[in-house]
């Protein structure tokens, strides 16, 4: 059985793709927050990235 990325049905704020990233690696879902809004200040695409993942990747 493979392991799979879902948005976190429990630990979201906006649509569960932090949370579920951070369920995935077996880290704190805020970790994942944090290096999400660094990467989107540095290089800008991540608020498009985010809106891509809450898109394909599919509920819990």
Do not use: H, Q
């Amino acid at each position: 059985m493979s392991k799979r990325v879902y948005r976190s049905n429990t630990n979201y704020i906006m649509a569960g793709v932090c949370g579920g990233f951070g369920e995935y690696f077996n880290i704190d879902p805020n970790i994942v927050r944090i290096a999400w809004v660094l990467f989107t200040l540095l290089g800008g695409s991540g608020i498009i990235a985010y809106i891509i993942c809450a898109l394909l990747i599919p509920k819990e």
